[in-house]
């Protein structure tokens, strides 16, 4: 049975960090990311590894030749090894974008965003997963990417990610919600951290922090989107379906109502979900400026199963349309 490259890569990120992992006593994901960049340099670059393990790493090293696989095969391996280690260590900010989720939103980025270079951030980059498969879909365009995250592991995995795949990426390792030292950008793309922002004061900085106890972090998150997008620049973030029925929801439709157009929200399908609570929709915005406009009609989309190729393609061919006629 022929191997493919994507099970090919991952055998090498897999076994090799395995080795690491045990011969210097960290985590995996942590191994992940020291064998990621052991492969980017085509070097060991750990100190004080035993003869046999040395020699193990070179023998599946010397297999790997970066310039025969895809981008796309490279971060989806990369990506089925980060959740390996994900499935380790369960924490709750070490979360994966679905990849049928992030093709999606690759393919709304490169329908509504029709400039280029682009500039395009992540303001809760994680291992850069999302970012990076939007990027592989901007096929004729230039891309400069931008990930913040606050979880230094994260961060190092995104920059190995971004690396082995040559994508330009900038990385911040810092809160996303303190000032960001970027200049506004044409698109945002993020899947929302969901939960209570614990640092009140600066939460205080913000317009949608809450009268009283913990701010949402997903609502101070767009507010912080919006402010580091341009005048007519988009957003493309993936949201809980309950966004607009919480008690702070009057005040973000507010909000949303003075600063951007709301230009669609796709609700993903119940199937990817293990229960209704956990159900998520991409939201689609953009910022008010002398270009923007709001659209005659928001596009809204129940997705049917991200698999079913038929029905997949009926969605894209009505989103295509509503761009025609909005656009």
């Known amino acids: 049975m022929k191997i493919s490259p994507v099970e090919d890569l991952f055998s090498i990120f897999n076994e090799t960090a395995a080795i690491l992992q045990e011969e210097l006593s960290i985590t995996y994901l942590e191994a992940l990311a ?28 010397d297999s790997f030749q970066l310039s025969k696989y895809p981008k796309e095969e490279i971060r989806k391996s990369f990506q089925l090894a980060a959740l390996k280690g994900m499935k380790e260590s369960v924490q709750p900010n ?24 682009i500039r395009l951030l992540d303001p809760a980059v994680g291992t ?3 970012l990076t498969t939007v990027i592989n879909q901007q096929t004729n365009k230039t891309v400069e990417g931008i ?8 961060v190092k995995l995104a920059y190995v990610n971004a690396n082995l795949q040559e994508h ?28 209570y922002y614990p640092n009140d004061a ?10 009283e106890g913990h701010s949402y972090a997903h609502h101070l998150f767009i507010e912080q989107s919006v402010n580091y997008s341009k005048d007519g620049g988009y957003l ?3 949201i809980p379906n309950g966004l607009f029925e919480s008690k702070e929801a009057p005040k973000l439709h507010e909000y949303l ?36 406009k709001q659209p005659k009609q928001v596009l809204l989309v129940n997705l049917p199963s991200l698999s079913i190729a038929t029905e997949v393609d009926k969605i894209l061919r009505k989103i295509d349309q509503w761009i025609v006629e909005n656009k």
């Not at 600066?202 to 009268?211: R, T």
């Not at 609700?267 to 270009?291: C, H, V, W, Y």
Request: glycine share 6%; no cysteine.
């Open 257 to 292: 109502q003075e600063h951007v157009y709301i230009q669609a929200i796709l609700q993903l399908p119940s199937t990817m979900f293990r229960n209704k609570d956990s159900m998520k929709s991409i939201l689609i915005l953009q910022k008010k400026g002398a270009e923007a």
């Open 94 to 117: 070490h979360q994966m974008t679905p990849d049928t989720v992030g093709m999606l939103i690759g393919y709304l980025v490169s329908k509504f965003v029709d400039s280029s270079p």
């Open 128 to 130: 850069g997963n999302l």
């Open 202 to 211: 600066g939460a205080s900085q913000y317009k949608l922090k809450s009268d």
């Open 236 to 238: 493309f973030l993936v």
């Open 168 to 195: 330009p990426l900038q990385l911040f390792n810092q809160d996303s919600l303190e000032a960001l030292f970027i200049d506004p950008v044409d698109a945002i793309v993020s899947d929302l951290p969901v939960g």
């Open 34 to 61: 020291e064998t990621g960049e052991n492969l980017f340099q085509q070097s060991i670059l750990q100190e004080g590894l035993s003869e046999l393990t040395v020699k193990r790493l070179k023998k599946s090293y």
């Open 147 to 154: 990930g913040v995250d606050i979880d230094d592991l994260l």
